[in-house]
Nanobody, 129 residues
Framework: QLQLVESGGGLVQPGGSLRLSCAAS????????IAWFRQAPGKEREGVSC????????HYADSVQGRFTISRNNAKNTVYLQMNSLKPEDTAVYYC??????????????????????WGKGTLVTVSS
C-alpha cells in the first residue's frame, strides 16, 4: 500500500528550526519527485519545495528560499524539509506529495499541486513565542 507519512512538526519560537520528514512506503521514493506543501488556516495551499528525481535538483517558493532545504535519504526512503529561521507566517499544516511518475522531475507547475496524486495527512508546524 502506497503511503506518505509526515512527522517532525511541533511548536517552535520565531527564529528556531525544525526538520520535517516524509517517509514513503509502497514505492521507492528516489525514483520520484517529491514535493512539500503547506496550508495555513483560512489560506490557500502553497507549494513550498520540490526535489527532482534525476539529479535531486531542488525548487523553492520565494517565501522560503534561503531558509528551507529539501533533501533525500534514499536508504531510509525518506525526504526531509529542514526549516531554519522560522517565522510566525510559516505556521501551517505541512504535507508531502508525489505525482508518482517514474523518473519524472518536478513538473513545471509543481507548486500548484494539481498533478500530485498521493498526499500524506500532514504535520502541524506552529511558530509562536
Amino acid at each position: 500500500q502506497l503511503q506518505l507519512v509526515e512527522s517532525g512538526g511541533g511548536l517552535v519560537q520565531p527564529g528556531g528550526s525544525l526538520r520535517l520528514s516524509c517517509a514513503a512506503s509502497g514505492f521507492t521514493s528516489e525514483y520520484y519527485a517529491i514535493a512539500w506543501f503547506r496550508q495555513a488556516p483560512g489560506k490557500e495551499r502553497e507549494g513550498v519545495s520540490c526535489i527532482d528525481t534525476s539529479d535531486s535538483s531542488t525548487h523553492y517558493a520565494d517565501s522560503v528560499q534561503g531558509r528551507f532545504t529539501i533533501s533525500r535519504n534514499n536508504a531510509k526512503n525518506t525526504v526531509y524539509l529542514q526549516m531554519n529561521s522560522l517565522k510566525p507566517e510559516d505556521t501551517a499544516v505541512y504535507y508531502c506529495a508525489t505525482e508518482l511518475a517514474y523518473g519524472r522531475n518536478c513538473p513545471f507547475q509543481w507548486a500548484a499541486g494539481y498533478s500530485m496524486d498521493y498526499w500524506g495527512k500532514g504535520t502541524l508546524v506552529t511558530v509562536s513565542s
